[in-house]
């Protein structure tokens, strides 16, 4: 895995933030329908596993990270709808 932040992070060879294999999860897709209707084979099923367990090896960290995402994109969403 490249280095970077949690949700950042790259399992080698695919391209793919692993917080993408994450919000993947969290929409209910399985590896299969990842491959075959997100990814359109662009990504083998043993890269795809690979982000997964990058993903599961990781979740607690990666889930709080994208969770500070969340957080900070509502902040600077509210704060740029009151400049307005």
């Known amino acids: 895995m490249s280095a970077g932040f949690p949700g950042t992070n ?3 060879g695919t391209g793919v933030s692993v917080a993408r ?3 993947l999860v969290d929409d209910g897709l399985s ?8 990814f359109a084979g662009a ?9 997964l367990a990058c993903y599961y090896e990781n979740r607690a960290t990666i889930d709080a990270w994208l969770d500070e995402q969340d957080a900070d994109y509502d902040v600077r969403a509210s ?3 009151h400049r307005v």
């Open 43 to 51: 990504l083998s099923m043993a890269q795809i596993h690979a982000g």
């Open 79 to 81: 704060a740029a709808y």
């Open 21 to 23: 294999f994450a919000t």
């Open 31 to 38: 590896a299969r329908e990842m491959h075959d209707e997100v």
């Open 10 to 12: 790259t399992p080698s």
